[in-house]
Antibody
């Protein structure tokens, strides 16, 4: 069965960086794009970007350009999200999500990780 | 960026009721509209893609409609497990923006 298992909660100081992992299993890692979505406490969902695990292609939301890096390790079927220069507004649950293979390139997210809480506090 | 606006923001209903949640895009997105359900402390669950296509395993009481800029998620007969927050999302162009959510509560 498809599983996306994320790393544990993190507490970081303002200005620091955080790296969250998302280990996938149950499907061919290189066949599905992986996205990152975050959710601040009590707020809605915010798309951060996407990585193509079969290559090095990434597409980041403009809001995070310069602060975000998405990478992957094909040997362990894991993707990573690194966010730098953290500020209090980055406190959120970060989710990885698999892009489904759908007709007409309807891009939607069919499987999600359990989420990783990142708290930024001095 | 394409802005997605849901209404209402919250909704109280009873088991067995028929409810509708609307989502409006700030520009045309054809049928590139998805719906998700989220329960407290859990990741979102994928319900509908392409505005009206039910994801495998999702109960048939859920349905979606619309195209262009206006979309609707309908639940034909609410069940206890349907009380949750619902989000629309456009996948027409990046950044893939979400609506602000509609919280469906028990009356």
């Amino acid at each position: 069965q498809v599983q996306l298992v994320q790393s544990g909660a993190e507490v970081k100081r303002p200005g620091a960086s955080v790296k969250v992992s998302c280990k996938t299993s149950g499907y061919t890692f290189t066949s599905y794009y992986l996205h990152w979505v975050r959710q601040a406490p009590g707020q809605g969902l915010e798309w951060m970007g996407v990585i193509n695990p079969s290559g090095v292609n990434t597409n980041y939301a403009q809001k995070f350009q310069g602060r975000v890096t998405m990478t992957r390790d094909t040997l362990t079927s894991t993707v990573y999200l690194e966010l730098s220069s953290l500020r209090s507004e980055d406190t959120a649950v970060y989710y990885c999500a698999r892009q489904a293979l759908l007709e007409w390139d309807y891009n939607a997210f069919d499987f999600w990780g359990q989420g990783t809480l990142v708290t930024v506090s001095s | 960026d394409i802005q997605m606006t849901q209404s209402p923001s919250s909704l109280s209903a009873s088991v067995g009721d028929r409810v509708a949640i609307t989502c409006r895009a700030s520009q045309t997105i054809s049928s590139y509209l998805n719906w998700y359900q989220q329960k407290p402390g859990k990741a979102p669950k994928f319900l509908i893609y392409g505005a009206s296509n039910l994801q495998s395993g999702v109960p048939s009481r859920f349905s979606g409609s619309g195209s262009g800029t206006d979309f609707t998620l309908t639940i034909s007969s609410l069940q206890p497990e349907d009380f949750a927050t619902y989000y629309c999302q456009q996948s027409y162009s990046t950044p893939y923006t979400f609506g602000q959510g509609t919280k469906l509560e028990i009356k």
